[in-house]
């Protein structure tokens, strides 16, 4: 099996069925995974920030740093593979937002990475089937292009899937 690995602000699609896409690590990241179950395409952008105007330089080399540009390019990737350019019938599943070392809720990144990507994603008329986001503890995530599953697993826990 080919594994695509997205590290922070990185993002990627693939529509080939002998394919993974995974991201490590998600503390206060969101990994936001859009699946075409009509052309059997993945994608996923691993957002470390809600808005890009904190850092626009940043933009140029990891757009999908921030929820704001990585959810628009990863749908722009999409659609190179046929998918719907504007997210029309796309699943979309989130993972992450934690308070990893924020126990306090002081800079509350995990809460205001989730809200962001849900506010750019509610302005495409998505919302996620499914997500498995907030807690304490960080979660890396694959995803199987062949069958659309989403596996989660955190050190110290069996694997589950959302």
Known sequence: ??????????????????SEIKTYALGSCVAVILLDPKTR??????????????????VKERPGYFADTGIPILLQEMAKLGCQ??????????AGG??????????????RNLLAIKKILWGYSMGPRSED????????????VKTGEVILS?????????
């Open 154 to 162: 955190s050190p110290g826990r069996p694997n589950w899937k959302i």
């Open 85 to 94: 350019s504007q997210g029309k019938g796309l699943v979309v599943k989130l």
């Open 98 to 111: 934690a308070a990893i070392m924020d126990h306090n809720d002081t800079f509350n990144i995990g809460k």
């Open 1 to 18: 099996m080919n594994t695509m690995v997205l590290g922070v602000g990185d993002l990627g699609a693939c529509n080939s069925q002998d």
């Open 41 to 58: 395409t993945v994608g996923m952008v691993h957002v470390a920030l809600p808005e890009s105007k904190i850092n626009p330089a940043k």
């Open 133 to 144: 986001v907030g807690g304490t503890f960080s979660r890396t995530v694959s995803v199987s």
